[in-house]
């Protein structure tokens, strides 16, 4: 099993480029969750999906939109980058009723210049 | 938002000693987790804590659900070179739908 799959691993972007950020998982979760970490910060939740055909967002949703576009994938599109927008962006899914399901793809590295 | 404070944010230890770090907040969580995350990879689940004053071990490392549902530790034992890492505290706060709140992590670089 490959878990969950982020892609691209890094990325470039100019201000007021755009762009999408793709996860998938193979786990058959129902959850997924779409988080950015900061030096010196935990993850900040950005936007979540609690089951198939459902978005909501999260601490941190201004500049992003997202896509649940089957049950494996979940994708998060930046319309505009700005360079506040400078981070790494992880993707994870959850097993319904469990933590311990929680799993977390290896990121995305992204630099808006 | 929400905040955990997570302490001590770097830690500088010889192998072989013992490692203490916490979290705490002003606000009352059902769920503790503390996560390990290793350069370029995503944080891993190291222990979940369901109940006030639970006391959790996972080989090496033990973790703790204070009584007050505001804080928790996590000790690890006899530290060795793969321990090296980020390791963070997360919440789950009473009354959410499995939303995490995260702590900032703690640092862990072990001295040669």
């Known amino acids: ?28 979760h129902n959850s997924m969750y779409w988080y ?31 896509s649940r576009l089957n049950k494996r994938e979940f994708s998060l599109r930046l319309e505009s980058a700005a360079p506040s927008q400078t981070s790494v962006y992880f993707c994870a899914s959850r097993k319904t009723g469990s933590f311990y399901g929680y799993t977390f793809g290896s990121g995305t590295r992204l630099t808006v210049v | 938002g ?11 230890i010889q192998e072989g000693e013992d490692v203490s ?3 705490t907040s002003s606000s009352i969580f059902n769920t503790w987790l503390w996560y390990k995350q290793d350069p370029g990879e995503g944080p891993v689940l190291l222990i ?16 703790q659900f204070g009584i007050t549902r505001k804080d928790s530790f996590l000790n690890i034992s006899a530290s060795i070179p793969s321990d090296v890492g980020i390791y963070f505290c997360a919440g789950q706060l009473r009354d959410s739908n499995y939303q995490l709140i995260w702590g900032a992590g703690t640092k862990l670089i072990i001295k040669p």
């Open chain 1, 1 to 28: 099993n490959a878990g969950v799959t982020q892609t691209p691993k890094f990325q470039v972007l100019k201000t007021g480029q755009s762009m999408t950020l793709q996860c998938a998982q193979d786990m058959n």
């Open chain 1, 36 to 66: 950015r970490q900061d030096p010196g910060m935990g993850l900040r939740l950005i936007y979540y999906s609690a089951s198939e055909g459902t978005t909501d967002k999260g601490e941190v949703p201004n500049g992003y939109n997202v």
């Open chain 2, 2 to 12: 929400q905040q955990l404070n997570q302490s001590p944010q770097s830690m500088f």
């Open chain 2, 21 to 23: 770090m916490n979290c």
């Open chain 2, 48 to 63: 979940a804590l369901y109940k006030a004053g639970e006391l959790t071990s996972n080989g090496r490392l033990t973790a």
